[in-house]
T-cell receptor
Framework: KNQVEQSPQSLIILEGKNCTLQ??????????LRWYKQDTGRGPVSLTI?????NTKSNGRYTATLDADTKQSSLHITASQLSDSASYIC?????????????FGRGTQLTVWP | EADIYQTPRYLVIGTGKKITLECSQT?????MYWYQQDPGMELHLIHY???????EKGDLSSESTVSRIRTEHFPLTLESARPSHTSQYLC??????????????FGPGTRLTVL
């Protein structure tokens, strides 16, 4: 059973609008949470990383939030651009091993229309 | 832009062929990984390496094998390809940091189709 669930599965918005993507996880013990952006046919690129003590992290127009108590995270995209069209993947790492095992969500496919 | 490369980017081959997917990174990272990703699905770890001469199987059972003879190179080999191996294969690398916060840098992927 996937321990990282993302919603919505897909989203279409108009250029210039804001949007928020959700990530719920059950991974325990928790180490950190990352958001990746994956363009079609490319590998994922890291946007933000948050540890247990952090509840918000920004990277330009991307702002991620983390509520470790409810095990929820969100990624807010401000003033969307056509280049934001991509899959956004939530990745949670546990503290249970030296490797810091990663649990991947299935991603939210975002499409920005002009 | 991450300095991690994968070749070929696309490969279409017949059943039973032996193939090797190449992955190389110039960042001097000690850890390297291979993931398999099907459309609309999550990434699944199939192999990883902590360093030279270190290789481990990941979470997803795979008939592929890997080797790590040099730090920068982590090739994946399928001895006899089957249609069930059709997928996207992503290579990644990371540098060990405290508290497991090392960020994985991904290559562009190889899209494999086995006929």
């Amino acid at each position: 059973k996937n321990q990282v669930e993302q919603s919505p599965q897909s989203l279409i918005i108009l250029e210039g609008k804001n949007c928020t993507l959700q990530c719920n996880y059950t991974v325990s013990p928790f180490s950190n949470l990352r958001w990746y952006k994956q363009d079609t046919g490319r590998g994922p690129v890291s946007l933000t990383i948050m540890t247990f003590s952090e509840n918000t992290k920004s990277n330009g127009r991307y702002t991620a939030t983390l509520d470790a108590d409810t095990k929820q995270s969100s990624l807010h995209i401000t003033a969307s651009q056509l280049s934001d069209s991509a899959s956004y993947i939530c990745v949670v790492s546990d503290r249970g091993s030296t490797l810091g095992r990663l649990y991947f969500g299935r991603g939210t496919q975002l499409t920005v229309w002009p | 832009e991450a300095d991690i490369y994968q070749t070929p980017r696309y490969l279409v081959i017949g059943t039973g062929k032996k193939i090797t997917l190449e992955c190389s990174q110039t960042m001097g990272h000690d850890k390297m990984y291979w993931y398999q990703q099907d459309p609309g699905m999550e990434l699944h770890l199939i192999h990883y390496s902590y360093g030279v001469n270190s290789t481990e199987k990941g979470d997803l059972s795979s008939e592929s094998t890997v080797s790590r003879i040099r730090t920068e190179h982590f090739p994946l080999t399928l001895e006899s390809a089957r249609p069930s191996h059709t997928s996207q294969y992503l290579c990644a690398s990371s540098e060990t940091r405290d508290r497991g916060t090392d960020t994985q840098y991904f290559g562009p992927g190889t899209r494999l189709t086995v006929l």
